[in-house]
């Protein structure tokens, strides 16, 4: 079994920051990609950032310069950093991994359980 689980969200106002983290846990054998999405209400999520195993990044044109991801590969953790927030970066943010069990061959795609980022204007 493999679980992701997020915290770091929270209501903050315009202009400020917050750090969203993601620690995966469970029977891991390796895990390639991580990374973020979010979903506004009455919207479809969307991809926020990603990061592989080897440090390389991609970011959504929306939040490039403002957002940062990284990871602790030793703590199997992702982090986001989000500075200069925005109303519309209001979202259930989720944390997204790439996982390869112990004993299995393949990746799959594990999420978390979101966790609620309020921006106030």
């Known amino acids: 079994q493999v679980q992701l689980v997020e915290s770091g969200g929270g209501l903050v106002q315009a202009g400020g920051s917050l750090r969203l983290s993601c620690a995966a846990s469970g029977s891991i054998g390796s895990i390639h990609a991580m990374g973020w999405y979010r979903q506004a209400p009455g919207k479809q999520r969307e991809f926020v950032a990603v990061?592989?195993?080897?440090?390389?990044?991609k970011y959504a044109d929306s939040v490039k310069g403002r957002f940062t991801i990284s990871r602790d590969n030793a703590k199997n953790t992702v982090y986001l950093q989000m500075n200069s927030l925005k109303p519309e970066d209001t979202a259930v943010y989720y944390c997204?991994?790439?996982?390869?069990?112990?004993?299995?061959?393949?990746?799959?795609?594990?999420w978390g359980q979101g966790t609620q980022v309020t921006v106030s204007s």
């Open positions: 990061i592989t195993n080897g440090g390389r990044t």
């Open positions: 997204n991994a790439e996982i390869r069990r112990i004993a299995y061959i393949t990746y799959r795609d594990y």
